[in-house]
């Protein structure tokens, strides 16, 4: 099977680590506190000057030093092994672009993969929702976070959907709950 895997919400933890650093920057800044914990990506009523300032000052660390999730690299390693083909297919933030903090954030993923030993055959930097790189990389199972992405992938793959608070409302036809590196080996296995 070719295996696609998104990183955050994925492979990294990504939702409290916003929920942390952006408590913190409200506080930090004297701003409203988190408008909607359960919602996916913005979680506060910011303007796009604020939130590239967060970004600056949180989100670039993160990007190079957050933990991968436990088991990650153990059961993607196995299913690579098993001979199923792993393609990483994110949408992160300007990674799409060419330009130098498009490339200097491509870098830094590629990094972060190597550094937590992260097996893959390829990786595609993608436009939400990532249907034109799903399609074109003929992926089998597409394992996501972003209900949104989702919902399309499950269009014409299966999506695994990794368990976070702002998607346990998503019930779409050809998705799988996922809640874990072992709960996703073992329903590819199932499927298998």
């Known amino acids: 099977m070719i295996i696609g895997i998104d990183i955050d919400g994925v492979l990294i933890d990504d939702d409290t680590y916003r929920l942390d650093n952006m408590a913190k920057y409200c506080y930090e800044n004297e701003l409203p506190n988190i408008d909607n914990p359960y919602s996916y990506e913005k979680k506060c009523n910011w303007t796009s000057d604020i939130y590239e300032d967060y970004r600056k000052k949180y989100f670039f660390y993160y990007i190079k030093t957050a933990p991968v999730r436990a088991y990650a690299s153990e059961i993607i390693k196995k299913l690579h092994d098993e001979g199923h083909k792993i393609i990483i297919i994110t949408g992160r933030y300007k990674t799409q672009e060419d330009s130098e ?4 954030m491509r870098q830094d993923t590629v990094n972060w993969l190597n550094s937590n ?3 893959y055959d390829k990786i595609c ?5 990532k249907n034109k790189e ?3 990389n003929n992926i089998d199972i597409m394992i996501d976070d972003a209900p949104g992405v989702i919902s399309e992938i499950a269009k014409f793959a299966t999506a695994f959907c990794f368990d976070n608070r702002y ?3 998503l019930n779409v036809k050809n998705m799988v709950r996922v809640f874990s590196w072992y709960d996703i080996y073992r329903k590819i296995k199932e499927l298998s």
């Open 167 to 169: 998607n346990r409302d």
């Open 134 to 136: 799903v399609i074109e």
């Open 101 to 104: 903090l498009g490339n200097q």
């Open 117 to 119: 030993n992260i097996i």
């Open 125 to 129: 930097y993608a436009h939400f929702p």
